[in-house]
C-alpha cells in the first residue's frame, strides 16, 4: 500500500490563514478527503473529493490538489479550528480498494 | 439521522480474540452506495483503516491485518461485525465505525469510537 506525508505539526496565530499539505503518489489519480478530529472526539469530514465541502463545514475550510500534492486550507483560523487534521485517499488499483490515512497534522493556534 | 455505535469489551487479554459490533442507524446495510468500516486508533496515535464491508459482501481488509481480520454483516440487525485474532498489547486502541461512500471510499458518519485494552 502507498503512503500518505503530512507535517506534523502546523502553527498559525487567531485570523491567518493555516495550509496543510498531504503528498502521496497516487494522489494524481485517486481523490483525497481531509477530516477534523478534536481531542477525545471522532473525526469529521471537513472536505471530500479534493475540494468539496459537506454541508455544514465553515467556508473557511478549503481543498485543492496539484500533482502529488493536496492541501487543507483554513482562512481566517478561529480558536475552535485547533485540532488534528487528517488525510485520506483510497488506492483502488487492486481487485479491492486499499484505504489510507496520513499522519496527521496537529494545527496550533497560538 | 445517520448514527453508529460501537460496541464490545473494554479489555481483553493477549492471545483472545476481539469481537466488535457496529449498530447503525439511518441508512440501511442494503444500500448499494453505503458500506461500513472500521478504523482504529491508538492513545495519541494516528487513524489507521482496518476493514470494510458493503451491500453486495464486498470486503476489503488492511494488508498488513489482513490474517486476523474477518468482517461480516447482518443487514436485518442493521450491524456490522469485526473479529481481530490473537490481540497483543499493541493493539490498544480506540475501535471506530464508520460509514463508507462506494466507489470514492471515504467516510461521511462516524461512530463515537470505543476504547479497548490488551492487558493481562
Known amino acids: 500500500s502507498y503512503e500518505l506525508t503530512q507535517p506534523p505539526s502546523v502553527s498559525v496565530s487567531p485570523g491567518q490563514t493555516a495550509r496543510i499539505t498531504c503528498s502521496g503518489d497516487a494522489l494524481p489519480k485517486q481523490y483525497a478527503y481531509w477530516y477534523q478530529q478534536k481531542p477525545g472526539q471522532a473525526p469529521v469530514l471537513v472536505i471530500y473529493k479534493d475540494s468539496e465541502r459537506p454541508s455544514g463545514i465553515p467556508e473557511r475550510f478549503s481543498g485543492s490538489s496539484s500533482g502529488t500534492t493536496v492541501t487543507l486550507t483554513i482562512s481566517g483560523v478561529q480558536a475552535e479550528d485547533e485540532a488534528d487534521y487528517y488525510c485520506q485517499s483510497a488506492d483502488s488499483s487492486g481487485t479491492y480498494p486499499d484505504v489510507v490515512f496520513g499522519g496527521g497534522t496537529k494545527l496550533t493556534v497560538l | 439521522q445517520v448514527t453508529l455505535k460501537e460496541s464490545g469489551p473494554v479489555l481483553v487479554k493477549p492471545t483472545e480474540t476481539l469481537t466488535l459490533t457496529c449498530t447503525v442507524s439511518?441508512?440501511?446495510?442494503?444500500?448499494?452506495?453505503?458500506?461500513v468500516s472500521w478504523i482504529r486508533q491508538p492513545p495519541g496515535k494516528a487513524l489507521e483503516w482496518l476493514a470494510h464491508i458493503f451491500s453486495n459482501d464486498e470486503k476489503s481488509y488492511s494488508t498488513s491485518l489482513k490474517s486476523r481480520l474477518t468482517i461480516s454483516k447482518d443487514t436485518s440487525k442493521s450491524q456490522v461485525v469485526l473479529t481481530m485474532t490473537n490481540m497483543d498489547p499493541v493493539d490498544t486502541a480506540t475501535y471506530y465505525c464508520?460509514?463508507?461512500?462506494?466507489?470514492?471510499?471515504?467516510?461521511?458518519?462516524w461512530g463515537q469510537g470505543t476504547l479497548v485494552t490488551v492487558s493481562s
Open positions: 464508520a460509514r463508507i461512500v462506494w466507489e470514492t471510499y471515504y467516510f461521511d458518519y
Open positions: 439511518g441508512f440501511s446495510l442494503s444500500n448499494a452506495r453505503m458500506g
